[in-house]
């Protein structure tokens, strides 16, 4: 067996597709080349009966609420109105005649009474900062603002209890 054998193969399309395939490259060809033509026809479709009927029921609709609107203005403005014609309206001196009228004069005795010990504290903390040469240093204002912070807190409970009463 020494002989040599060869195999040729072959791959093409069939020449039926071919043709058919040239026919559709030529068609293309033609049409690509033939300017554009816009569309003539109507591009929306028209309304339909239930379309005309909702849109005419909302424009009927509008200033439907107008009347409640006016009421509610109306109500509205009488509400801010006083009930009562005679009443008097509120504001401090209003409020002062229902008042003791010793209240005032016993908040500025315990009033004038608490400066006066602020004042003594005061005086005290400033001959303690002089004794230690300590005066007009950075630490005597903080002493001093602590000082009136503790004279506040106790002060404030004390004068608004007498003006509850």
């Known amino acids: ?5 060869s195999v040729t193969t072959s791959n093409s399309p069939n020449p039926a597709f071919l043709t058919a ?8 060809g033609n049409v690509a080349s033939q300017p554009l033509q816009q569309y003539q026809g109507q591009q929306v479709a028209g309304m339909t009966p239930d379309q005309t009927a909702a849109i005419n029921t909302v424009d009927s609709s509008q200033g439907i609420a107008t009347p409640y609107i006016n009421q509610a203005s ?13 009443v ?10 229902y008042e003791s009228p010793y209240t005032q004069q016993v908040v500025d005795a315990t009033q004038s009474q608490f400066n006066n010990q602020n004042a003594q504290a005061q005086q005290q903390e400033t001959a303690g900062a002089v004794s230690q040469g ?5 630490r005597q204002a903080v002493e001093s603002a602590q000082l ?17 009463q």
């Open 1 to 5: 067996m020494s002989g040599t054998t």
């Open 21 to 28: 395939y040239q026919n559709l490259l030529t068609q293309a």
């Open 74 to 86: 109306q109500y509205f403005g009488q509400a801010t109105q006083p009930l009562w014609s005679g």
């Open 88 to 97: 008097q309206q509120y504001s401090p001196t209003a409020v002062s005649q």
């Open 134 to 138: 300590a005066y007009g240093g950075d």
């Open 148 to 164: 009136a912070g503790q004279e506040q807190t106790a002060q404030a409970p004390v004068i608004a209890g007498l003006e509850n």
